[in-house]
């Protein structure tokens, strides 16, 4: 079955930097797209960043851009989200995607 395992989260101080990971099994990897989304406290889910399947094209949202990397390695089958510089607006649960099929989240928290 599809199986999406998310991990890296934690808790950093403003400026910091966290390397997500999603180890993904049951389906097809190397040929598919991937997404992170996230969901803050209070806010709805929100689309951070997505990878074609080749890893050659990316797109994120304004508010991360020049501070997040999505990347990927196929023989592995893992995507990648590395957090730079990061912000207490970034604080959220975050999610690796793909179709219906969702990973547990892990929480990254950005504080003092």
């Known amino acids: 079955q599809v199986q999406l395992v998310e991990s890296g989260g934690g808790l950093v101080q403003p400026g910091g930097s966290l390397k997500l990971s999603c180890a993904a099994s049951g389906f097809p990897f190397a040929i598919v797209d991937m997404d992170w989304f996230r969901r803050a406290p209070g806010k709805e889910r929100e689309l951070v960043a997505n990878?074609?399947?080749?890893?050659?094209?990316?797109n994120y949202i304004d508010s991360v851009k020049g501070r997040f990397t999505v990347a990927r390695d196929n023989s592995k089958k893992t995507v990648y989200l590395q957090m730079n510089s990061l912000e207490p607006e970034d604080t959220a649960v975050y999610y690796c995607?793909?179709?219906?099929?969702w990973g547990q989240g892990t929480q990254v928290t950005v504080s003092s």
């Open positions: 995607n793909w179709a219906k099929y």
């Open positions: 990878i074609s399947f080749s890893g050659r094209h990316t």
